[in-house]
């Protein structure tokens, strides 16, 4: 396993992403709801691999819900920045990591996949997103 940092832009957020994967092998999904375009959310994820935090202000991580509600988009409060989304699935807490969040940015990443997920039911989400995100850790 490898880890990778990434983090908000001022430092208040922070996260580990574990994978044992080469960031060529990464798959990158530039999901294209209004919000992902607003925000240029690029991301990646592995189910084998791992999320942990490590905010030094976690009073700062804010977030926001939309469309369906079953995922949290999480920012910083201070600098804005966008890490990701988080979403409870079988009573574990899943996440995809926007890659702009990363520092520094992995070499040799796949070009990006326009994604789209309208029209999606919602036991379709949920095992997409229990075969495709990463598991969120505490330690
Ligand atoms: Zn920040």
Do not use: I
């Not at 796949?110 to 949920?126: F, K």
């Amino acid at each position: 396993m490898k880890t990778w940092h990434g983090g908000c832009h001022c430092g208040a957020l922070g996260f580990e992403f574990r994978t044992a994967l080469p960031p060529a092998t990464w798959p990158v999904r530039a999901c294209q709801c209004s919000f992902c375009l607003k925000h240029s959310g690029v991301y990646t994820s592995d189910p084998s691999g791992s999320v942990r935090f490590t905010h030094q202000e976690p009073q700062l991580l804010s977030r926001y819900r939309f469309g369906h509600k079953t995922a949290d988009f999480v920012f910083c409060g201070r600098c804005g920045w966008y890490l990701g989304a988080v979403a409870e699935e079988g009573g574990e807490t899943l996440m995809v990591v926007n890659l702009r969040a990363f520092d520094p940015q992995p070499e040799g990443l796949p070009a990006a996949q326009p994604m789209s997920y309208e029209g999606e039911s919602g036991d379709a989400r949920n095992s997409r997103r229990a075969s495709r995100w990463t598991p969120v850790s505490d330690s």
